[in-house]
């Protein structure tokens, strides 16, 4: 079974508010914690379209949905930075929120074909569905240039030792092609310090974290679903994120600060010449974190970041 508690479920259903009648986005169905709890409050009236890449996430959201017989959930196996086509495919009316959670679930770190986690052995894959399966982190690590696995590393892990990682890892695949977990690290390990395999955080993390965020392309996809949604919502409507690492919180609270404002341009121009107008307000004057209570029965609920706004 698919298991994935969701994080700050409360607090992202107060910002979301869903109404009776309503159409609701959730562009990351996971586990289904938000889609199931958005159709309870949108009634038989109602609908909630719910995107998943994963066909493991599809495949349990069917089950749960058929065992108690609900039918106000719309399934689409895709990416959920095309929201706005696949709103526009099942409803004539604007949908009236949207709700993205940008964590990896239970299911998939638990899940040794993806090779997410390094704590197992496991074939080096990163890739959230088979519909990107032709984008494995297999690929980038044997095929990147010196330059590129640096930029990757530092760039969306935010590593220390991004170049002495990278150019671990183009020595070590001259040896033998690297195509698992253990590989990697082993490659990560040889080109760190002994001071930084004993800090709290394992020394592959942050290595980690950017080859998949890199296979799976998912700043530019926030991005474009964030631009998406200007398109698809309706007046009125809700947006809230929850994200779990500073780089996806900063594109969101960027975006939002620019989108709310009805001039962009830089401060020296005397008169504004962008003429762009504000299509959203913030509802989050800052990042929401979880519970102290939460976080004990939730750990991974410790780095998440709940943003919001509200469509003008």
Partial sequence: MYQHIPVMLKE???????????????????????????????????RVLAIDLDENAITNAKLKIEKQSINNIVLEQANFRELAELAEKHFKIRPAGLILDLGLSSAQ???????????????????????ISD?????????????????????????????????????????????????????IAKA????????????????FQALRIATNKELENLEVALNEAKKVLAPGARIVIVSFHSLEDRIVKQFFRQEAK????????????????????????KAVSASREEIVANPRSRSAKLRAAKIL
């Fill in 12 to 46: 992202a259903m107060e910002y979301l508010d869903p109404r009776p009648g309503e159409i609701i986005i959730d562009g990351t169905l996971g586990g289904g914690g938000y889609t199931f709890e958005i159709a309870k409050k949108v009634g038989t009236k109602g």
């Fill in 109 to 131: 770190i638990a899940d040794m074909s993806r090779g997410f986690s390094f704590k197992e052995d496991a074939p080096l894959s990163m890739a959230f569905g088979s519909l």
């Fill in 135 to 187: 984008r494995r982190t297999e690929g980038l690590v044997n095929l990147k240039s010196l330059a590129e696995l640096t930029s990757i590393i530092r760039d969306f892990g935010e590593e220390h030792y991004a170049y002495k990682i990278a150019r671990s890892i183009v020595e070590q695949r001259k040896l033998e092609k690297i195509t698992t977990t253990k590989q990697l690290v082993e490659a």
């Fill in 192 to 207: 760190v310090p002994s001071s930084y395999k004993r800090m709290k955080i394992h020394f592959a993390t942050r290595t």
């Fill in 262 to 285: 009805d001039c962009i341009c830089p401060p020296k121009v005397p008169v504004c010449v962008c003429h762009h107008q504000a299509w959203l307000t913030i509802l989050t004057k």
